[in-house]
């Protein structure tokens, strides 16, 4: 897979994260797309929509919902986005960055309904965003801290290409920067 990248053209090849609508990501599977005001209003409503998984959103879904629609000012080309199949399939989790950058590292975090885990689609979409979120001004590195308790977690996290940097008896810090993605 190539470097996501936004495109506000509308072709693509299916083995790449070409191009999408203006603050789009494409990847083989995957739409990784900001979250709409009606969205965000659905989620902090309760409501539902024909458009999403059965099991979305999941708690963490709902927390972001409510933290941007508090702070609609998080809502930019860097932020948290909605992780949608391709072709038409429904909306299955969410993915972010945690902004602004510290010391130029900034935070991803992820979540995957239940009823859509275990296909990869988590480390998709993280390799996606961190590979676009070392393309921001200021960002040198990106980084998850995961609990060794969720192995599942720490898996994605090695799929997607980051490293383990440091851990101690219940977390494990990852990191990433862009050699880590380089291609030969």
Do not use: Q
């Not at 998080?74 to 299955?92: A, K, N, Q």
């Not at 998709?124 to 998850?144: I, K, Q």
């Amino acid at each position: 897979m190539s470097s996501p990248t936004p495109s506000s053209s509308s072709s693509s090849s299916s083995s790449s994260c070409p191009s999408g609508p203006a603050g789009v990501l494409l990847t083989d599977r995957l739409v990784l797309r900001p979250w709409a005001p009606d969205e965000l209003a659905a989620v902090v409503g309760d409501s539902r929509r024909a458009d999403w998984a059965p099991d979305f959103p999941a708690e963490g879904d709902r927390v972001i919902a409510g933290f941007l629609t508090e702070h609609p000012e998080g809502i930019t080309p860097y932020g948290h986005r909605l992780v949608v199949e391709r072709d038409g399939g429904p909306v299955v989790g969410s993915i972010g960055l945690f902004w602004p950058p510290s010391d130029g590292a900034i935070e991803v975090g992820y979540g995957i309904v239940a009823s859509r885990r275990g296909r990869g689609y988590a480390s998709e979409a993280t390799r996606a965003l961190a590979e676009f979120a070392l393309t921001a001004p200021g960002v040198d590195a990106v980084y998850a801290n995961v609990e060794l308790s969720n192995p599942a977690s720490v898996r994605v996290l090695e799929k997607a290409g980051l490293r383990r940097l440091t851990s101690d008896a219940t977390t494990a810090r990852f990191r990433a920067v862009a050699a880590d993605f380089a291609r030969p």
